[in-house]
């Protein structure tokens, strides 16, 4: 039972990262229907700047956090100015080129960073937390998974109370719902774009924090991140925050599983074989957000 | 095809395009790895012209066309080192073809019922996943290369040279390939796609069956690529699949002009010879096309085979304008248009009337239809008139099938309508609808979107209209000359060839009536019709709707222009609150208190309509 269920702790650290990126792309599309293919990069951008500040630079925790959190968010501003909202306005046979776009920034994203850390060696971020952690009975908790998974906790409650509370967050669940009738009440659209493309950034900053000690400072995770955030969403159901969390833990303790039972060679496997599964049995994942159709 | 309008323009500017691929090893190189470097750049061309049909065509999200490329080209490889008879090119691109159109398959049976963008995400995680298991897996050599030079049996035959002129010969098979598919009735099918799920359904397209179908067929360029570059390599690894290729041939795409013919072959072989070209400076590969997508993405989204032609038309115009009437009449034959709006049943004169009989809708806590009974017969225009909420468009949007009923039926004789899945096969059943925002292919001429309603007259095989079997082409021919007489009832036939999304906006609601005449329905449901008409193009309405009526159709008219419905209406029915509140000739309805009083404040019944107090002709709007 003790691989069991390190594998689970293990799984509920890394699906919380899925969970994450799954989440950015909810906020992201919610507000403006555009599926941001770089949020996996903007993730790895938050690892990479962990690396800068907390390895090249060497400053203290707080300030790391506060520079990669302000850098990764200007980056997922740019991103909204620059790269998405010239599609905001365009319709009909055009609107795949938001998609395009976004992943050609990601590949930009990507390329950049790899110029500029590439000739790195690839080595773990220091973290405040030891490698260490404490036993129950003989599965070991690390720290930093528990940060890891707290972490996730923490913004899915801040983000609940966000739409549910504040008058912005409902103002971009209203402009999810209804464009038109929004801007009718006064809701501005793009501001509500550059609002969640911000957010989006502010939580691949956290994730990317968070996860650096665990994952190391490679150049090449982004793409990857950026998939398995996907899946998360298509196993979990598209379009709810609770789709993404629940999507990001399965496909998160099922690869840990995987790794753990039946061997780590073939770990990518895990997701496409579960997503499929979920696309055969039941399409629209887990849980069902429904949308109604409107002509 | 090649921005010429005569065919032998075209025939020229082929040979010129195809000598240019012959006679490129002179100016990259002849030597052996040279030609193996053009070789691999055709071999992202051919999957170009696969992801094309996907993207370009059907306008489907595919993000990973090397996942098909990678698994076809494996499998070749594959039976290759297993079998000696596996070994020529042809069993070699036969191989990765039935994988690739296998794996293409099974993606998108489960990807596409889902919709929007899982087609594209799966097929990108894909393309990670494959070299991933390659490089693990010993079958497919794991890290090391999997190599056909190890095999003492494998000898490469065609070689060098002549290889290079195999694989430029399939690059033009496939583009002619790509040709038959666009100009096919399938390839309209896939452009109603492009431009909207509801369109299309609504001329009773199937969304899922056309985009399985667009992606099916795109497999097949792309999976002979993955034969033709193993055979060609003479080995396949794990690093030379990467996700990264989906990305260039992707950028190439784009950058060449998705949807043209020509425009992705250009595309993909600048990409490929600037990969091939620019190797040493392999760390800003990604900056450089990261950036390219971007940019072609925001500034120049038609490619380059959109800007030539912009460029074209401005200097000169006579080579882009289109071909005349005469021309195209004596083209389609003029014999046939004489059967032209035609009920799609028109030996059944008897047929049954559209039975409405109780129907209910609740949305949430609001009864949007409660209990409404209506009968639309054919020959007569039924109008649906009542205050905004009132449940005109939800009744309208029951009877097509967009709405599920939660009480009554709707059916037409002993057919029940609300029992069918979803849209389409109401409108297969034949009931043609508009939309109150136009819903048309702006992309496409004001002719090419009624031909693509036209098509569902069309019988022939739909397998046979890829290979423009004389049938197809007799289908075509009619389908084209109905398209004309539909477009020549509602005034538009010298707006043929003006792209739908420039017209203006009345326009393009006399356009949709146009396609969903175009469809031979037995019924058609107009969604708020009058609304931004001209007062000429609303006398054109006003005649279309009686003509409609005089050749059979039963029409259902909603609208708020309550002097405009009433001009043309033999039967009005009014709606209050989900509930029928009057019914009766206009004469009559417009006299009852109960309507007057529900109305009156919102909308005065006896305003004069700009439209009948307008002069009666408007230069330019007779036919």
């Known amino acids: 039972m003790t691989l069991f269920w390190t594998a689970v702790v293990a799984g509920l650290a890394i699906g919380s990262i899925y969970g ?106 220091p973290s405040p937390f030891s490698l260490q952690g404490f036993h129950v009975g003989s599965v070991q908790l690390g720290y930093r998974q528990l940060l890891v998974i707290g972490t996730f906790i923490v913004v899915i409650v801040v983000l609940d109370l966000f739409y549910a509370k504040s008058w912005l967050g409902q103002a971009m669940r209203g402009t999810a719902e209804d464009r038109e009738a929004a801007s009718l009440r006064g809701i501005n659209p793009v501001s509500m774009s550059r609002t969640a493309f911000i957010m989006a950034g502010l939580l691949a900053a956290i994730a990317g924090f968070v996860i650096a000690p665990i994952t190391f400072s490679d150049p090449n995770i982004g793409l990857s991140f950026t998939l398995k955030g996907f899946l998360a969403l298509a196993i979990g159901g598209f379009g709810s925050i609770r789709g993404a969390v629940v999507g990001g833990i399965t496909l998160g303790v099922c690869e840990q599983l995987f790794d753990a039972y039946v061997s780590s060679n073939y770990e990518i496997l895990v997701g496409l074989i579960l997503v499929l599964l979920v696309l055969t049995i039941r399409p629209e994942g887990l849980f069902r957000s429904t949308v109604a159709r409107t002509v | ?308 032609r912009d460029a074209l038309a401005r200097f000169r115009p006579s080579a882009m304008a289109p071909p005349s009437l005469e021309d195209l009449a004596a083209r389609t034959g003029g014999a046939d248009a004489a059967e032209s709006v035609v009920p799609l049943a028109p030996a059944e004169t008897e047929t049954p009337p559209l039975v409405v009989t109780g129907a209910r809708r609740r949305f949430g806590g609001v009864m949007a239809v409660d209990g409404v009974d209506l009968v639309v017969e054919r020959g007569k225009v039924h109008a649906l008139v009542g205050p905004n909420g009132s449940g005109k468009t939800t009744l309208l949007n029951l009877i097509t099938g967009y709405y599920s009923l939660d009480g009554g039926s709707i059916a037409v004789g002993d057919k029940r309508l609300d029992t069918l899945k979803g849209t389409v096969p109401v409108a297969r059943l034949g009931i043609a609808r508009t939309f109150q925002t136009p819903k048309l292919n702006e992309f496409e001429t004001a002719l090419g979107n009624v031909f693509a309603g036209a098509d569902r007259t069309s019988l022939g095989p739909l397998l046979g209209t ?128 109960v309507v007057v009083r529900v109305y009156i404040g919102r909308q005065r019944l006896n305003r004069p309509s700009t439209g009948t107090s307008a002069p009666a002709t408007v230069a330019g709007e007779s036919p």
């Open chain 2, 466 to 593: 890829l290979f423009h079997t004389p049938r197809a082409r007799r289908d075509d021919r009619k389908a084209m000359a109905a398209s004309f007489v539909a477009l020549s009832d509602v005034g538009l036939v010298t707006n043929a060839f003006d792209m739908a999304g420039l017209i203006p906006h009345g326009t393009q609601r006399l356009l949709e009536i146009a396609r969903a005449m175009a469809v031979r329905p037995m019924f058609v449901l107009l969604d708020e019709p009058a609304a931004g008409l001209s007062p000429g193009e609303a006398e054109v309405f006003k005649d279309a709707v009686r003509m409609m009526a005089g050749a059979g159709l039963g029409v259902l008219i909603v609208e708020h222009n309550l002097p405009i419905v009433f001009d043309v209406a033999d039967e009005v029915t009014v709606l209050d609150e989900g509930q029928v509140i009057a019914r009766g000739t206009p004469a009559e309805v417009s006299r009852d208190p």
């Open chain 1, 20 to 125: 994450l990126v799954g989440i950015g792309y909810t906020v992201v599309f919610n507000a403006t229907r555009v599926f941001n293919l770089a949020q996996g990069d903007l993730v790895m951008v938050g690892v990479m700047g962990s690396y800068l500040t907390l390895v090249v630079w060497k400053l203290p925790e707080l300030a790391a956090l506060v520079i990669v959190l302000a850098g990764v968010a200007a980056i997922a501003a740019a991103e909204e100015r620059f790269v998405v909202r010239p599609f905001l306005k365009k319709s009909g046979a055009a609107s795949f080129g938001w998609f395009i776009a976004t992943l050609g920034f990601s590949a930009v994203l990507e390329a950049v960073v790899a110029i500029l850390f590439g000739h790195r060696p690839i080595v773990a971020i």
């Open chain 2, 1 to 308: 095809m090649l921005l010429c309008k005569t065919r032998t323009g075209r025939l020229i500017t082929t040979v010129i395009w195809i000598g240019i691929g012959l006679a490129l090893p002179l100016v990259y190189g002849t030597a052996v790895q040279k030609l193996g470097e053009l070789d691999y750049v055709l071999s992202l061309v051919m999957v170009g012209v696969g992801l094309n049909i996907v993207l370009g065509f059907a306008g489907q999200i595919f993000l990973g066309p090397s996942a098909l490329f990678a698994a076809g080209g494996y499998a070749s490889a594959v039976a290759a080192t297993h079998y000696t008879s596996m070994q020529s090119i042809y069993a070699m691109c036969a191989i990765s073809v039935v994988v690739s159109v296998v794996l293409a398959a099974v993606i998108a049976a489960l990807t596409l019922r889902v919709g929007g963008f899982y087609l594209g995400m799966v097929t990108l995680f894909i393309a990670l996943v494959i070299p991933v298991v390659a490089g693990q897996w010993s079958l497919t050599g794991g890290q090391s290369r999997l190599s056909l030079l190890t095999i003492l049996t494998f000898t490469q035959k065609p070689s060098g040279y002549a290889l290079y002129v195999v694989g430029v010969g399939i690059v033009v098979v496939l583009a002619g390939f790509a040709w038959a598919v666009r100009s096919s009735r399938l390839g309209r099918r896939f452009g109603s796609i492009m431009a909207g799920e509801d369109l299309a359904t609504s001329i009773g397209v199937a969304p899922y069956w056309t985009k399985l179908a667009s992606f099916l067929l795109a497999a097949i360029p792309i999976g002979i690529a993955g034969g033709y570059y193993v055979y060609s390599q003479q080995f396949i690894s794990p690093d030379s699949v990467t996700v990264q290729t989906s990305i260039y041939i992707l950028a190439g795409l784009v950058v060449g002009g998705a949807g043209t013919i020509l425009g992705p072959i250009i595309g993909v072989a600048l990409i490929g010879l600037a990969i091939e070209l620019l190797n040493r400076f392999n760390q800003y590969e990604g900056l450089v096309y990261g950036a390219v997508l971007v940019l072609v993405a925001i500034l120049m989204p038609t490619g380059i085979m959109g800007v030539l």
